[in-house]
């Protein structure tokens, strides 16, 4: 269907996309934007993590090339932006979906190694990337990053410790001031999950991002994904309409 | 002072970070009237000496303390020193803060990024967590971040990295609350709006002010000693079942469609 393929000729960088069908859900959202008609570039943290799911998009005819790079090193980051942009000649997408969470200890017992990891991927990753990103995006005045959330970053973690609550928190700041910077016009109109739909996103997302079927039968998912941001009201309602990709 | 009759604080030990300049030295004095004694904390030995001589001249029992709050060990070190000192930790203000540049996101230099995020969140996390490993032992803590009202909307003036971190700080306040809630320990965010502190004052003069006050709903400025009376009243034990709560102080500016959280942009 021609609908299907409502991302024909944009380019989209996923990071934390490993391990195809059994990754989680970056893989699932990567697998979704190629069937959409996306060029994807897979980021995970090796290369072998990265080929399960470039192998698996081109497997279903889907456009794929891989990246393996630490999110949370600057250097990294913006080294993963240019090469995706000297592959395929520019980005459009970037999700920010690479993160590191899990049972941690009480904040008494917190070492600070385990802080400032999570910290340093969860939040300052998703900055390193989205600046590197911008710097692409804002010259050709289109681009949408899409920060994936967590029901963390508006309440706290049920399986997940303070560096994680704080750092899926900040990344809601992150996302709101990004928007308001971006938004305007006569600005390339980045877009961002709305928290709250981020949070009802990555919840059931993380299984419903890895079965394809789901998204294709919930069409809701990419579009609300992929929202972008009204221009009137910086860090108000986005707007979900998949129109806005109209450049 | 009202704060004085409704504030008992006698008996409890209060950490001030941040104490020397904007809200700080309104805050010890405040908590010190109300009782307690105070250890302030400042980035530099001169601004720490000069708070608390402030401080000791307006009869308050108060002692400087200095660390470098992005250190850990550091960290660790003085809230030791504190407790060496007075015996005990009840409450800890950490008023400390990193501003932002205002740099569009994609001119935010990586140094700008890890500068903030190490005051405004990792400085934050250090010393909640020294500061419950000793209120623990008594069952009784209160733990109140002086925050900002653009943690919660946008700030032209600060940036991105300021947005972001205070809006970690709050994820921090809330996942520690649950944590400790059982242990007698509150944990709070104050989200002051615009605040005439002195330094603010001889800037912008009187008549930008008043200017900015008019995109106030409450047509003023709030006062330091505004902010003083909740940290005074969140650090009091009537105040044990307020935990997690991020509380605005900004005369509803935050609340006005379409208003500015940060109307001081306007004179940046
Ligand atoms: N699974 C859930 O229930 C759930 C709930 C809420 C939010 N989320 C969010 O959804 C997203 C995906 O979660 P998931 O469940 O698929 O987790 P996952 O662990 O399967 O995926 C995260 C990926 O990020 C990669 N990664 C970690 N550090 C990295 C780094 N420094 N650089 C590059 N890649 C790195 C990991 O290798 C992993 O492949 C995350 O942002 C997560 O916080 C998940």
């Excluded at chain 2, 850990?72 to 000192?85: F, G, K, N, T």
Aim: a neutral charge.
């Amino acid at each position: 269907m021609a609908d299907e393929r409502w991302l024909d000729g944009l380019v989209a960088l996923v990071t934390g996309a490993r391990r195809g069908e059994l990754g989680g859900g970056g893989a699932g959202i990567a697998r979704a934007l190629a069937s959409h008609g996306a060029q994807v570039v897979v980021n995970d943290v090796t290369e072998e993590l990265v080929a399960a799911t470039v192998g698996q998009i081109q497997q279903r005819g889907g456009i794929a090339w891989g990246i393996a790079g630490d999110v949370s090193a600057p250097q990294d980051a913006q080294r993963m932006v240019d090469a995706t942009v000297e592959h395929f000649g520019r980005i459009d997408i970037l999700v920010n979906n690479a993160a590191l969470g899990g049972l941690v200890p009480a904040v008494e017992h917190l070492p600070d190694e385990v802080w400032q990891r999570q910290v340093a991927i969860d939040l300052s990753g998703p900055f390193f990337m989205s600046r590197a990103a911008l710097r692409h995006m804002v010259p050709r005045r289109f681009g949408r990053i899409v920060n994936i959330g967590s029901l963390a970053g508006v309440r706290t973690g049920f399986v997940s410790g303070a560096p994680y609550t704080t750092a899926k928190s900040g990344l809601i700041g992150l996302t709101r001031q990004m928007a308001l910077e971006f938004a305007p016009t006569g600005s390339p109109s980045t877009c961002s999950c709305p928290p709250e739909s981020a949070t009802r996103r990555s919840c059931d997302g993380a299984r419903i991002f890895s079965r394809d079927e789901t998204i294709r039968s919930d069409r809701s998912i990419p579009k609300v994904s992929l929202a972008s941001w009204s221009r009137s009201s910086a860090g108000g309602i986005p707007d979900c309409s998949p129109e806005q990709r109209s450049r | 002072m009202h704060v004085q009759q409704r504030c008992d604080l006698s008996g409890m030990v209060a950490l001030v970070t941040g104490a020397g300049g904007g809200l700080g030295p309104t805050i010890a004095r405040t908590l010190a009237e109300a009782g307690a004694r105070i250890a302030v904390n400042d980035r530099t030995p001169e601004r720490t000496a000069a708070v608390v001589e402030r401080l000791r001249e307006a009869g308050c029992a108060a002692e400087g303390f200095l660390a470098d709050l992005t250190d850990s060990a550091q960290v660790d070190r003085l809230v030791q020193e504190v407790v060496d000192r007075y015996g005990q930790l009840d409450i800890l203000v950490n008023k400390a803060e990193a501003h932002g540049s205002g740099r569009r996101s994609d001119e935010v230099t990586d140094e700008e990024w890890e500068s903030v995020l190490a005051v405004n969140v990792h400085a934050a996390f250090y010393l909640s967590r020294a500061a419950v490993r000793r209120m623990r032992q008594r069952r009784f803590g209160r733990i109140i971040h002086v925050s900002n009202i653009v943690a919660t909307r946008t700030s032209v003036l600060n940036g991105v990295a300021y947005v972001a971190t205070k809006e970690a700080l709050y994820g921090l306040t809330r996942h520690l609350s649950i944590e400790v809630a059982q242990h007698g320990i509150t944990v709070n965010a104050v989200l002051p709006g615009f605040v005439a502190t002195p330094i603010l004052v001889e800037r912008w003069g009187d008549e930008r002010i008043r200017q900015l006050a008019e995109t106030i709903p409450a047509l003023r400025a709030g006062t330091p000693e505004e902010v003083a009376a909740l940290v005074a009243f969140l650090a009091s034990r009537e105040a044990g079942y307020i935990t997690g709560a991020a509380i605005p102080i900004d005369g509803a500016v935050s609340i006005v469609p379409g208003g500015r959280s940060d109307p001081s942009a306007a004179f940046a």
